[in-house]
C-alpha cells in the first residue's frame, strides 16, 4: 500500500508561513519494528512547525513481520509528486544496511548513504545457511563494498551502541536522524525536529529520544561530516 501526504502550513492556518526550502529528496529504509514511519511523521511534523512543505510516500508491504518498509520524502516547494524517482535522492537513510543495498537505484550521482550497521538477515539468506554451512552471511563490509560502485560518500552509524549510551535501544531511528540533520543541504531546522520529536513520541520516552537526536548529531561528525558538508 502507498499512501501521499501534504503537509504544509500557511498563514490561513493559523501556523508559520512557508519559507522557501532548497529541494531535497531522502529515501528511507528499513525492516518492520524499526520504527521508519515514526521517523517518517517526525520529519514531517518539523515541516510543518517550520513552514516547509513535503510530501511523503509510504510502502509498508510485509513490514509488520519485519518485511522490508520504505518512504519517500521530499522537501521543496516545487515538490509534485511524494515518489523519488530512480537516480532522483539526495541521501538514503537506511535502518538496516541490507536495505540501503536494496533501494541503491535510487540515489542520485554523488549521494550520500547514511546506514546503520545493523543486519538482520532475511529468511532466505538463513535458509541457505541451514543448506550450507560453509555459507558467509552478507557482512556491513559487504554492503559498503557494493554501495561503492555507486557513491564514495558512504557513512556507516553503530546506531544501536549509540541509542542504547542514550538509555534506549529503540531510539536507533531518532540516532539516524540527528545525523541527516546535520547535513548542510538538508532543509529542516533542527529546532524543529526537536519539537517534533518531543511531540510524537511517547512522553515517558521524550528525553533519551532527545539525548539520542543530539548523539546522533555529534556522532556524525565523526563518520559523516569528512564525506559532505555539515552544519556547523
Do not use: W
Request: proline fraction near 3%; aromatic fraction near 4%; include cysteine.
Amino acid at each position: 500500500m502507498r499512501e501521499a501526504v501534504s503537509i504544509r502550513l500557511d498563514k490561513a492556518q493559523g501556523g508559520r508561513v512557508s519559507m522557501p526550502a532548497k529541494e531535497f529528496s531522502v529515501y528511507m529504509s528499513g525492516v518492520g519494528g524499526q520504527g521508519l514511519v515514526l521517523l517518517s511523521n517526525v520529519i514531517g511534523a518539523a515541516c510543518a512547525y517550520a513552514g516547509v512543505r513535503a510530501l511523503t510516500g509510504e510502502q509498508h508491504g510485509l513490514s509488520q513481520r519485519s518485511g522490508s518498509i520504505n518512504v519517500h520524502m521530499r522537501i521543496g516547494e516545487d515538490i509534485r509528486s511524494p515518489l523519488i524517482p530512480i537516480g532522483g535522492a539526495d541521501a538514503i537513510l537506511a535502518l538496516e544496511a541490507l536495505e540501503a543495498l536494496r533501494y541503491v537505484e535510487y540515489l542520485k550521482s554523488g549521494g550520500v548513504v547514511l546506514m546503520n550497521t545493523r543486519i538482520q538477515h532475511p529468511i532466505i539468506e538463513t535458509a541457505a545457511h541451514m543448506k550450507d554451512k560453509t555459507a558467509k552471511y552478507m557482512s556491513v563490509d559487504d554492503v559498503k563494498k557494493r554501495l561503492s560502485q555507486v557513491t564514495d560518500k558512504i557513512a556507516a552509524v553503530d546506531a544501536l551502541a549509540i541509542a542504547k549510551s542514550a538509555g534506549n535501544p529503540l531510539t536507533e531511528n531518532v540516532v539516524m536522524l540527528g545525523a541527516l540533520a546535520t547535513l548542510e543541504d538538508f532543509p529542516v531546522p533542527e529546532d524543529a525536529l526537536r519539537q517534533s520529536i518531543a511531540d510524537n513520541v511517547p512522553k515517558k520516552a521524550v528525553d533519551m529520544n532527545l539525548r539520542a537526536f543530539e548523539l546522533g548529531r555529534e556522532a556524525a561528525h565523526d563518520f559523516l561530516c569528512n564525506l559532505v558538508k555539515c552544519k556547523m
